[in-house]
């Protein structure tokens, strides 16, 4: 049995699945594995205080309860990182190989997004107590307004069963958390390879400034490395990838 996933339930509606799911971390009613999966979520959250909007019943949005105390709090990109890639794992099995990880943590088909992801954390004493990790998957919803994204319906043109598939990613979260486990340098790895734009230029944008660089890879606290004439290290937040939809 896997452990994310564990006890999985399904809410007709919600604000934030990742409000819930840290309500019951904080009065004690959650434990490694539990999930919550909402059908309607009226406010979800992104990266950067923004929201992840959805139709309702259209998608995976679901949040789980990590105990991540094996990690040092400092070492959080490596949940990050083997977060992404169990997402990743379970949208290219169904997307195929054009499914790339978005530093510093979206998943992307070519170039329109398809997940969004937000890991909140409690930690204590310089420990790390719980992690969640909400994840937004876009599975049937065909119209995305002005955003850039797309969804697997709009890719294979099959339309799924949203439960079906929301107990399915828990068994591709589950191999990578487990990997994490025993070599975070094998997920690093697996991570970089998988990187989207890895080893060509694109354009970022720092607060007024634009600039093209080339994708080379990420450090061990998930820095990411690129040469703009020379190597540079970007930190997550401080630049935007500049993206033709």
Not at 43 to 61: A, C, D, L, V, Y
Not at 158 to 178: I, S
Not at 185 to 207: C, G, M, R
Not at 229 to 239: A, D, F, N
């Amino acid at each position: 049995m896997h452990s994310f996933g564990r006890f999985l339930s399904i809410l007709d509606s919600v604000d934030s699945t990742n409000n819930y799911a840290m309500q019951k971390v904080h009065a004690r009613l959650a434990k490694h594995g539990d999930a919550w999966l909402a059908l309607q979520q009226t406010q979800g959250k992104g990266q950067r205080s923004k929201h992840w909007i959805t139709e309702p019943g259209q998608n995976i949005t679901i949040s789980f309860v990590t105990e991540p105390d094996f990690l040092r709090p400092d070492n959080s990109f490596h949940l990050i990182a083997a977060v992404a890639l169990g997402i990743y794992d379970f949208f290219k099995h169904y997307a195929g190989a054009e499914t790339r990880i978005k530093w510093p943590n979206d998943i992307y088909w070519r170039d329109r997004k398809t997940v969004g992801i937000l890991i909140e954390n409690v930690i204590r004493d310089k420990k790390w107590l719980y992690a969640v990790i909400g994840v937004g998957i876009n599975i049937n919803q065909t119209d995305f307004g002005a955003f850039n994204a797309t969804s697997l319906l709009c890719i294979t043109g099959k339309k799924y069963d949203v439960t079906t598939l929301a107990k399915e990613l828990c068994g591709f979260l589950d191999k990578r958390y487990e990997l994490l486990k025993s070599s975070a340098e094998a997920i690093l790895l697996d991570y970089q390879n998988a990187l989207y734009k890895l080893n060509e230029k694109v354009i970022f944008k720092k607060e007024n400034i634009t600039f093209e660089a080339e994708v080379l890879g990420i450090t061990n606290d998930g820095s990411l490395i690129v040469n703009a004439g020379e190597k540079m290290l970007l930190t997550w937040g401080s630049v935007e990838w500049v993206i033709e939809k």
